[in-house]
């Protein structure tokens, strides 16, 4: 028994096709038949049975699948250990990626990552500040770029930018006619806003609430594609950092202006989960990200 053998036994596993297998690992289907049949004769019972279409996994193949999945696991994660040792980044990066910046920052990243370092994965989720922390927090993010509100980076955390925060409304809406809104026009005004907790969220009411008044919010959406939606009906306003409208104000599809008296401005900041140590691939992604977000945080600002 060896990995060559126990790997083609799960290719044929997955694709339920001697020849489709073949094909997959581009060798003869000879050579697939002999290694299954090696296997079979040293464990004395048969892998698959064949059908009409193909193959299926026989009893005793179903059995001992899972046991060869471990084996294959472990294999490859002693390579990526050996080859992160010997200074090749390797192996699956998990990154968070604010709504605002994901489309443009995702493209570079996964075009200089392709171009300088191959061997590593991206594993993107999108969400907003509060739903990046919770999955940080756990260990199931190992890298995000994050929103924070106030004067402060939190310790721990790598500032790469500040962005103002903006009033978006539909193209002819004249609200928004000016560069400017100030806080107070807010007041009486339909809103479509992620809900609660939510940094941005608890900015907007703690500010209000200063003001003496409360924020009209219509519409509760924790997607950054439903909020520009509903705004660009004209049926509420949104408000957003610029760079998640910089396309649609280009194209004539949505109208912005910064919200001024007083402003929110943001902190665009770069984490790290505390749960282990970043591989060597991870250091590599972090090394791109403190370039392009400062890069793209200017290219998209108004």
Known sequence: MNLDQLEAFELVAQLGSLSKAAKASAVAQSLISRKLAQLEAEWGDRLFHRTGRGVVLSEFGMRIRPHIQLMLAQAEQLRNEVKDAAGVPIGTVHLGVLPSI?????????????????????????????????????????????????????????????????????AGNADLAGQKFPFTDLKGKLLVLPPAPNGLRSALDHIARQKGFSLDVAIEVDTLAAMKEVAASGEALTILPFPAVVQEVAAGILRAARLVQPGIPRTVTLCITKQRPLTRAGRFVLAELRELVPELLVRTTR
């Open 102 to 170: 994901s489309r443009e920052l995702t493209t570079a990243l996964f075009s200089r990552v392709r171009a300088s370092a191959p061997g590593v994965r991206l594993r993107i989720t999108e969400g907003f500040s509060g739903n990046l922390d919770e999955q940080l927090a756990s260990g199931r993010l190992d890298i995000a770029v994050i929103n924070r509100y106030g004067q402060s980076t939190p310790a721990g955390e790598e500032a790469l930018g500040r962005i103002d925060t903006y009033v978006i409304g539909a």
